[in-house]
């Protein structure tokens, strides 16, 4: 598969396993992916998978939960980490 490598700074990207790392990679896509990566993933994974793999993620944003819930026709709340959010604001709340 072939994504913006940026998106993966913090990894060797040659050494990604799609299939087992597809929550990683599909967490990365959402938050600092293209368009282009959206569409990719979207081809590869399928709709079906994207949505499972997402509605687990502990990690994602509001504006990610957001877009998702009006791409997939999902209420935000059937999303883990929209319910399961921290308690109170970070500090360094950039």
């Not at 877009?67 to 399961?84: A, G, H, M, Q, W």
Request: proline share 1%; net charge positive.
């Amino acid at each position: 598969m072939e994504l913006s490598a940026f998106i993966f700074w913090d990894t060797d990207y040659t050494k990604i396993d799609w299939q087992k790392k597809a929550r990683y990679v599909l967490e990365r896509v959402v938050m600092f992916g293209t368009a282009n990566d959206w569409r990719t993933s979207l081809k590869y994974y399928g709709k079906e998978k994207i949505l499972s793999e997402l509605q687990q993620s502990k990690i994602l944003d509001a504006k990610c939960v957001s877009f998702l819930s009006c791409i997939f026709n999902v209420p935000k709340e059937d999303f883990r980490c929209y319910t399961n959010n921290q308690s109170e604001n970070i500090h360094w709340n950039f």
